[in-house]
């Protein structure tokens, strides 16, 4: 867990004063059934370097290793789905890196403890990174836009993707956009379920929301996408 300030600098500029490691634990207790269910979607809307998403990633890791560790397969499946059930936004840029280096350090010791050293394969290790970019976005959360290295708005939407097993080792994407999720928030029975920081979707696919699907692919192969 890192300090709760990095500078005096950054406390008066961007007001940045990371949770203490006592309240992130206690806040994930109140949702503690939802981090132990390992396709369960949390966003944390400014995520700092990671306090919240590293702690929820170590509980559906945890999870993962009781039901899955004696098959290699399952358990690679299960980690990176845990991995791509997490998302972030920030403003910094230096706490994105630091988020998605720190969300991939904790994921690889965990993989590392799991996989004996023959079975691991640096394709899915290069997949958990590549979910990584993708969920962990550099941008501002109220105007649902990315920022420059500034930290200055573009003109570029904030975009999710969502992962999901359809059979055997195949992994789909889909992306939408953060303002269109949020909007859908708004109107009764929505597609998406917010409880704290819990961003669950029960309905995958609504007009409106839904800006790209991309064919489904073996998880260790997600780099393709590009």
Same mark, same amino acid.
């Given at each position: ?83 791509? +059930? ?36 640096? +394709? ?103």
């Amino acid at each position: 867990m890192t300090n709760q300030v990095k500078s005096r600098k950054r406390v008066v500029e961007h007001g940045e004063v990371f949770t203490a490691e006592r309240e992130v634990k206690a806040m994930c207790d109140l949702v503690s059934d939802e981090c132990l269910r390992i396709d369960s979607r949390f966003l944390e809307p400014a995520c700092g370097n990671g306090n919240f998403l590293s702690e929820i990633l170590a509980r559906k890791l945890d999870e993962v290793a009781t039901k899955y560790k004696r098959s290699p397969a399952d358990y690679e499946k299960n980690a990176l789905l845990a991995l791509g +059930s997490l998302y972030g936004v920030e403003l910094l840029l230096d706490n994105v890196k630091e988020c998605r280096h720190r969300l991939f350090a904790l994921w690889d010791e965990r993989y590392s403890r799991v996989i004996k050293k023959k079975d691991r394969k640096e +394709s899915v290790r290069d997949s958990a990174r590549y979910i990584l970019e993708k969920n962990i976005i550099c941008g501002n959360a109220l105007s649902l836009h990315e920022v420059d290295s500034a930290g200055q708005d573009t003109d570029r939407p904030i975009i999710f993707s969502q992962w999901a097993f359809v059979t055997g080792p195949m992994m789909k994407r889909e992306d939408y956009t953060f303002e269109e999720l949020l909007a859908d928030e708004a109107e009764p029975q929505s597609g998406w379920e917010e409880t704290m920081f819990d961003f669950t979707p029960k309905k995958e696919q609504e007009e409106g929301k839904l800006i790209k699907v991309y064919p489904p692919i073996p998880y260790w192969r997600l780099k393709e996408y590009e």
